[in-house]
């Protein structure tokens, strides 16, 4: 009896003091020395951002010890930090973290330890049971001795990254081990051991470097001045609140960076697509956006695609295997990881004719590396690949042949190069038109029959010249190349006039098919029809949902034409300003998000940076839902971007034209940028700039503006008096200073339009602007005038701040 109860009271004890270990463990910033984590247990910082437990990565069945940010899971992008990275558990319910010997150790189902800090401790058992684990704000784990009154940390996870860099952290190089701490991208998005790209820093040019497999580097950022980075001035330098400093002594050397407010939620993560991202929280859509990245285009990211993989940067997905090629891991594929690469379908037995061998043939951005030179002609290169059992590929450029035996990497095809490969695949495995008998018979009717073809085609002809058929179209790419008496009567020979610029005339007109187009009948194009047709075909890949969709095009002699989508409710400067359409704030406040977005991906997301060069309302239409789409694209790239005639046609619209246009110097994508400030401030009061102003106290819009700002007076004062004051003044005074940055004299002090669109968005706060010293030239002018002093304005304070 006496045994019995006992045993009972022991049982419940052991069970109160089971309970009141989880009580602590999932309560708690910490893990202490007589704690563990297991199954669904974690840890929370005291102000409750980030937690400390398992979780399970992606679609996998394994289970990871990682820090992640509270808010955000179970979404991937809130890990920071992976333990155990490359030795998973697949029970966490019987699997602990805890503390052995003064040490953070993972102990597997079969309480196997398989992840420790490996700190060298002693065995005082004092030292050992005041050891504590304890997850900081800043998202560090820490080890320390709570006996040790300096508090030091013994061990932390800011000296271990995994793929993520975090304000307060350190990223550097060892200078005794001679070794990086470097950030190394998740395998795969299943799987967070260490992939194949990596972020690691150069001490000798103090730069950071992307490598891939630790040694081919593909990008970098370029040397630190002591304030910013070469390659990258407008992130680092303009900061938007981002501080970064660089340290050095004889132990190590690193980097580290801290944000003006403990609030700001921001990372950089080096991603399995071996990009680097900055990410920051956005408290206007309450998620993780993407605000800045290298490289800006996917496929110069080095061997993406792995060995006889090819990157294509306007398909999806970037990465297919090569005709005759398949994936050496369809799993890995399927999952986004094609770092394994391809190899052939067929093999090719050396010395036995059982396959026989051909050649594919692309063009490519770079020629791979790892190349030999042999001797011979074209044919002879040919010959010599062909009969050389190792010989994967070869090509003939600058009367050299070079041929490749190994494994070909970083294969991005680029049709406008010169750099043709041959690469060696089983003849089968190519794509070959097939004889028939249908073939041979189709011969023998067509002799039998010559005489009446020709007849039938002289008939023709002769009909044809009196009336073309409007079905003759052909297809260049993914546009429609249209005959010109087609487009002729679709637009009742251009009598529907719906607008016209300095590049030519606007008509409306219908197909045959009863769709309606937009048809520009372009002026004074002196190009060759190859080359107009080149240069259209790059317009046409361009799809955004912020840029008008270029149909087809025609060109035939003189006469060169684009056929775009109708928009149904015009261009912007009629609701503006002529239209009885009045559009609200919140309308308004989106057609400016949405232009900054088509700006962005003509700037930095096509595969050559396009400048609008005629940013101006009448380029602005808007489809049936009011959603703003950039008209005339590229124009200026189609007419040669001569300066005369631009400049003509910026004339036709006064007040949309950067300083630097008149100062003769090199025109960049901050021109477009001025040019869409002073659309904003149109946006704002509703009438064109180069009309007098209302208010007594300026003669010219963006001045005022400025003075109001700089008064503290009230913004809605300055807003279209249609809207009866009916707006944000949170929204109306972001604007306003987004404005007034835009069209900063100096290039280098105005923001570029990926910024532009964070501010929008929210991600990013704006500073109050400096006053552009140009402004006082139309204090006293009766007229407003296109006119820019020589000195610029005090441009170099920054423009960015902690969103509020």
Request: proline content about 4%; glycine content about 8%; aromatic content about 10%.
């Amino acid at each position: 009896m006496w045994f019995t109860e006992s045993k009972s009271v022991v049982r419940s004890l052991v069970l109160l003091c089971f309970s009141l270990t989880i009580t602590l463990a999932s309560g708690s910033n910490a893990i202490s020395a007589n704690q563990s984590l297991s199954g669904d247990q974690t840890i929370t910082s005291e102000g409750e951002q980030l937690e400390v437990g398992f979780f399970k990565a992606g679609n996998s069945s394994n289970y990871y010890i990682g820090i992640w940010y509270k808010e955000l899971y179970p979404n991937p992008l809130s890990i920071i930090w992976v333990a155990n990275r490359e030795t998973p558990i697949s029970d966490r319910f019987r699997s602990e973290l805890k503390i052995v010997n003064g040490n953070l150790v993972l102990l597997n189902e079969s309480k196997s330890q398989i992840w420790s800090t490996n700190i060298t401790t002693t065995t005082n058992t004092t030292t050992s049971n005041s050891t504590k684990a304890v997850i900081l704000d800043n998202g560090n784990l820490v080890l320390r001795d709570d006996s040790d009154n300096l508090n030091e940390p013994l061990w932390q996870s800011f000296d271990h990254p995994t793929h993520t860099w975090l304000p307060g952290a350190k990223l550097g190089y060892n200078n005794r081990t001679k070794k990086s701490h470097a950030l190394k991208s998740w395998r795969s998005d299943d799987d967070p051991a260490e992939g194949i790209f990596s972020v690691e820093l150069e001490p000798a040019t103090r730069e950071f470097v992307i490598k891939w497999n630790g040694s081919r580097q593909y990008w970098t950022t370029g040397s630190w001045d002591g304030r910013s980075f070469s390659n990258v001035p407008e992130v680092l330098r303009m900061g938007y609140n981002y501080n970064f400093s660089y340290h050095t002594n004889e132990n190590e050397s690193y980097f580290i960076y801290s944000v003006s407010s403990p609030s700001i939620i921001s990372r950089y993560v080096m991603d399995v697509s071996g990009v680097i991202q900055q990410f920051a929280w956005s408290e206007s859509n309450n998620k993780l956006n993407l605000i800045w990245f290298q490289p800006k285009i996917q496929c110069d990211v080095y061997a993406l695609c792995g060995s006889f993989g090819i990157c294509r940067q306007s398909q999806l997905p970037l990465c297919n295997c090569l005709t005759g090629y398949k994936p050496k891991s369809e799993r890995d594929w399927n999952q986004s990881d094609f770092t394994g690469g391809c190899l052939r379908k067929t093999d090719l037995v050396c010395g036995r004719n059982i396959e026989k061998p051909d050649f594919l043939k692309i063009n490519v951005k770079n020629l791979p590396p790892n190349n030999s030179v042999a001797v011979g002609s074209a044919g002879e290169c040919r010959t010599i690949c062909l009969n050389d059992c190792s010989c994967n590929a070869y090509s003939f450029v600058s009367r050299q042949c070079l041929v490749w035996d190994g494994d070909l990497l970083n294969l991005s095809e680029d049709y406008g190069s010169g750099n043709t490969i041959y690469i060696k695949v089983a003849s089968k495995d190519l794509p070959r038109r097939k004889k028939s008998n249908l073939v041979k018979m189709g011969v023998v009717v067509g002799l039998v029959g010559g005489v009446v073809l020709v007849l039938g085609l002289l008939f023709i002809l002769k009909y044809r010249k009196e009336k073309v058929s409007v079905g003759k179209r052909t297809m260049e790419g993914l546009l429609v190349a249209f005959v010109y008496k087609e487009l002729q009567i679709a637009t009742k020979n251009f009598s529907n006039k719906l607008g016209g610029g300095g590049f030519g005339s606007v008509f409306k007109g219908v197909l045959c098919d009863s769709s309606i187009v937009a048809v520009k009948k372009l002026e004074s194009i002196s190009q060759g029809e190859k080359q107009f047709r080149s240069e259209v075909s790059t317009i046409g890949t361009i799809q955004h949902v912020n840029i008008v969709r270029l149909r087809g095009f025609c060109a035939e002699g003189n006469n060169k034409l684009l056929v775009y989508d109708y928009m149904v409710n015009s261009s912007l400067d009629t609701h503006l300003f002529s239209g009885n359409r009045v559009l609200n704030w919140k309308t308004r406040y989106q057609i400016a998000l949405g232009i900054a977005r088509g700006l962005v991906y003509l700037h930095e997301k096509c595969r050559d940076c396009i400048i609008h060069c005629d940013i101006k309302p009448e380029n602005i239409l808007l489809d049936v839902d009011l959603c703003p789409k950039i008209a005339d694209f590229g124009l200026a790239k189609l007419v040669g971007r001569d300066f005369s005639r631009v400049l003509t046609t910026i004339r036709g619209t006064r007040g949309y034209l950067a300083p630097e246009w008149l100062s003769g110097v090199a025109i960049t994508a901050k021109a477009d940028v001025y040019s869409y400030g002073m659309m904003l401030f149109e946006l704002v009061y509703g009438k064109r700039n180069t009309l007098p102003c209302e208010d007594s106290r300026s003669t010219f819009f963006p001045s005022l503006v400025a003075n109001v700002l700089n008064e503290g007076g009230d913004v809605l004062s300055l807003l279209d008096s249609r809207l009866n004051g009916e707006a944000s003044d949170e929204e109306v005074t972001k604007v306003c200073k987004i404005a007034c940055w835009c069209i900063q004299y100096e290039e280098e002090s105005r923001p570029s339009m990926s910024l532009v669109e964070q501010m929008l968005e929210g991600v990013l706060g704006v500073n109050m602007p400096p006053i552009p010293k140009y402004f006082t030239l139309f204090v006293d002018s009766p007229e407003p005038i296109v006119f820019f002093s020589n000195s610029p304005s005090n441009g170099s304070s920054q423009v960015y701040s902690n969103p509020r």
